[in-house]
């Protein structure tokens, strides 16, 4: 099943992100420290790159990632030109005091009430940006809410004398092209849930913490996981949490949800669900497979052709 999720009002959002990039000097794109890569908007990246504007890549919720992925994760990014990454918790005043120290040496010629520093908060929805935005304002300026695009519109906020802060409603690109990155987004809560199903998304995470961290999901749960793949751990989870349907059937969207919910909130402990390398092996495999799709097709193009001939 491939996951896509595009509300019609990200379409205004895009173009208008657009137009307001011209008047920008830095881009703060925050992101999902547990997926880094698979919530980086390749909009955002193509709107500030056709600018050529720098960008503070902020992995939000570090505190719920695996440090030791995080860390690679920052290497990767801080490689890139024009990119300066950190990781941090929009929810801790301290963290989000150092955003914009780090955004001035990106911008060095903009630091006075005549050119003040231009900063734009962008991202995918529900990794942070509001929050991260009335933490810097120290006021609740915007609506914060659990569940994706609760912001739908652009502002634009004086932050000191020297520096303005816009902020931008969270944006999706109309075509993910990684099945796995649709269902690293669900797991997230990043795409609406109308637009998947619960169980098939419990499912993938399920096979992803049991090949990454077996260790915390049998503790979480106090279950064997020797041999179990996501199917059967929600299965078990259903087991162990009593989660019924009326005649005694286990219950394995309440079961879902379960799952879903210990990982979104940190319960599992410390996770990520991506490495720059399981990012590349994937991209590689995605690749090689998209290669001999073509060929096959060619094949048969080739083969449809020769018969025509013969006729």
Not at 114 to 140: C, D, E, H, Q, W
């Amino acid at each position: 099943m491939s996951i896509q999720w595009f509300p019609g009002h990200m379409t205004s959002a895009r173009k208008k992100a657009s137009e307001s990039m011209e008047r920008i000097d830095v881009v703060i794109e925050v992101l999902d420290a547990r997926l880094p890569e698979a919530s980086s908007n390749p909009m955002i990246r193509e709107i500030r790159q056709h600018r050529q504007r720098p960008c503070l890549k902020v992995l939000n919720k570090a505190d719920l990632a695996d440090p030791d992925v995080t860390a690679q994760w920052l290497a990767y990014f801080n490689a890139q030109k024009g990119v300066k990454a950190v990781a941090l918790s929009c929810k801790k005043p301290s963290d989000v005091a150092k955003i914009t120290g780090f955004c001035k040496p990106l911008a060095p010629h903009r630091n006075d009430r005549l050119k003040p520093l231009r900063m734009m908060i962008m991202g995918i929805p529900n990794v942070g940006k509001s929050t991260l935005m009335n933490a810097l304002l120290k006021k609740r300026v915007c609506k914060v809410g659990d569940e994706p695009a609760v912001t739908k519109s652009q502002q634009i906020l004086d932050l000191s004398p020297t520096m303005t802060l816009t902020d931008t409603p969270g944006m999706m690109w109309p075509k993910i092209e990684h099945d796995s990155d649709g269902y690293m987004l669900a797991a997230s809560h990043a795409i609406g849930r109308n637009a998947v199903i619960d169980e098939a998304v419990a499912n993938f995470l399920g096979d992803v913490l049991l090949a990454r961290y077996p260790a915390l999901v049998a503790k979480r749960y106090g279950i064997p996981v020797d041999g179990l793949d996501g199917p059967a751990l929600v299965e078990a989870i259903a087991q162990r949490r009593g989660c019924r349907l009326k005649g005694g059937a286990l219950d394995l969207e309440k079961a879902s949800l379960i799952l879903l919910q210990d990982y979104r909130d940190g319960a599992l402990g410390r996770v990520s669900l991506e490495s720059p390398a399981s990012r590349a092996a994937m991209v590689e495999a995605h690749a090689a497979a998209k290669a001999a799709k073509a060929a096959e097709a060619a094949d048969k193009e080739a083969g449809r052709s020769d018969d025509e001939a013969e006729l």
